[in-house]
């Protein structure tokens, strides 16, 4: 069995119901010999990293969505899920399309960017995007959500009824402490990272820290990095038509994967939109 049909019956298994919430592969006619690893963010689906896998797979690219285990299913799988889990599927992702000979980059949205950052860490990555990347989430609790799930199992967050099946209104502080598990790596993980990478940001995120993407960025150990700052208009989630930018962010993406680093030694910088 296929990576996609394993996973989709997964998916199935642990109740998973509509359609976006899947996790797919898109696999171009004549594809261009790369692919990409996209991985979404906590408390969301695949459907929110679609967009970019739509414009990659319009120039050529291989594209995997993955979907982290108790997502787009009930708060209640979630909170039993362990960050091991989420790392584990990106990375069974990344396995089944080296099989097929293909130059794999990866990217991710917030969570789903440090699952990505995790993968770089353990399987050679060519290119990697980062959408609203952090080192810290904005809540002065979150550090400690772990133990705090032992009195408050879940957080409320607000979703409308338009986003009720892509999106979990209840959120569990054990699932959140998990995203810590994953944080307390990254001064290891950052380091490490070679691989060619662009940062997305901006000031209008409400979920991480101020500051904390541009920190994540200065301690990447990659030469040839990128970083852009969107204003006070662009949420926390990059990749989806509630981003006002949305062309902007996917239009920065093929230019970047398109980019060649090789031959061009100063390309580390920094830009600015706000």
Known sequence: MSWIAEERERARKDGVHHRENFPFL?????PNGQAVVLVH???ATPRSIFPVARALYQERYTVAGVRLPGHGTSPADLKRRKATEWITVAR????ALAADGLKISGGGLSTGALVALTLASQRPLHKLLLFSPFLRLRHHLAPFAGFLSFFVPY???????AESDFYYSRRPLKAIGEINRLLRDMPHILPQ?????????????????PGTALKLYERLGSPD???HTYGNNVPH??????NPELNDVLQRCLDFMNQEFSNSPINNGQSSSI
């Open 225 to 227: 990095k990128i970083l």
């Open 193 to 209: 990272i070679k691989a060619p990478t662009l940062v997305l940001t901006s000031t209008g995120d409400a979920t991480i820290a």
């Open 41 to 43: 963010g906590f408390g």
């Open 92 to 95: 069974s992702a990344y396995d």
């Open 155 to 161: 957080q409320k967050s607000a979703v409308g009824q």
């Open 26 to 30: 898109l696999t171009p006619e004549q």
């Open 237 to 242: 989630v990059l990749t989806t038509t509630e």
